[in-house]
Nanobody, 124 residues
Framework: QVQLVESGGGEVQAGGSLRLSCAAS????????MGWYRQAPGKQRELVAT???????NYLDSAKGRFTISRDNAKNTVYLQMNSLKPDEAAVYYC??????????????????WGKGTLVTVSS
């Protein structure tokens, strides 16, 4: 069983910073691709940042230069550093991981898992 727990959300003033974390636990062999998404009230969920297993990153245009996606493989944790936050970026932020689960001492099946979300509030 693989579970994701996000943390790091909260309230920040416009221009402030937050670092979100997404810690994966369970029968994990490897984190492959990872991504952060957000959903504001009344809006569709949108991609914020992704990173492939090869290290290629992709960012929402409005996030480029201010947000950074990263990972700590030893901790099975991925991060989203968000700087210069804007009020319209308030949303619930979700991580999505593509993982290889363990099969004995080797990798087995690849699965996708969503976190439950962490709320980011940006006050003007």
């Amino acid at each position: 069983q693989v579970q994701l727990v996000e943390s790091g959300g909260g309230e920040v003033q416009a221009g402030g910073s937050l670092r979100l974390s997404c810690a994966a636990s369970g029968n994990i062999f490897r984190i492959n691709e990872m991504g952060w998404y957000r959903q504001a009230p009344g809006k569709q969920r949108e991609l914020v940042a992704t990173e492939t297993s090869g290290g290629r990153t992709n960012y929402l245009d409005s996030a480029k230069g201010r947000f950074t996606i990263s990972r700590d493989n030893a901790k099975n944790t991925v991060y989203l550093q968000m700087n210069s936050l804007k009020p319209d970026e308030a949303a619930v932020y979700y991580c999505l991981l593509e993982l290889t689960v363990s099969s004995g001492s080797i990798g087995g099946q690849d699965i996708d898992r969503w976190g439950k979300g962490t709320l980011v509030t940006v006050s003007s």
